[in-house]
């Protein structure tokens, strides 16, 4: 079964197919509680496939029957990943380009009721001014910090 037949979390993006006897399928009576520490950048022309990842795994869920108030699901962007959340401005005034493809994907998570929070150890580092950053992004202290708070409540941590 192929998400586009279904509702998606994240229109779109994060496309999927469920191949015939697949195990492991969502349970729409389990709360998914999950960050994705997302580190890895990729090229100014498309959105980070880690990103897709994340709308992936949203759609998944919603296919699955489960519901918003069941999937708990936060991106935390550090490192290379950090130039994702600039706003289509601050990308092109960085001679990145025009436009930066991942805001679509950005405003989609955002849109989904995805957390997205930045590590405001790279955004010092990358000389990121808070006006520069996607309107619904969080600035935390450290990306480590979200990652050990996240983990300790009990959500599962994906690397990327």
């Known amino acids: 079964m192929a998400s586009a037949a279904h509702a998606q979390a994240v229109p779109g993006f994060g496309a999927f197919t469920t191949p015939p006897g697949a195990g492991e399928l969502p349970d729409p009576q389990r709360a998914y509680k999950v ?18 990842r994340v709308a992936r795994l949203a759609n998944i869920l919603e296919t699955g029957g489960v519901s918003a108030d069941h999937r708990h699901i936060v991106v935390v962007i550090h490192g290379g990943a950090t130039p994702a959340i600039l706003t289509d401005a601050a990308w092109n005034a960085r001679g990145r380009g025009p ?57 599962a941590v994906i690397f990327n």
């Open 35 to 52: 960050i994705f520490d997302l580190a890895q950048g990729g090229p100014d022309d498309q959105p980070l496939k880690n990103l897709q």
């Open 99 to 155: 436009a930066n493809p991942n805001r679509p994907l950005i405003r989609a998570l955002l849109d989904a009721g995805i957390e997205i929070r930045l590590c405001g150890q790279s955004m010092t580092a990358s000389s990121i001014s808070s006006s520069e950053i996607e309107p619904g992004v969080s600035i935390d202290v450290a990306a480590m910090m979200t990652v050990i708070h996240h983990q300790q409540d009990g959500y």
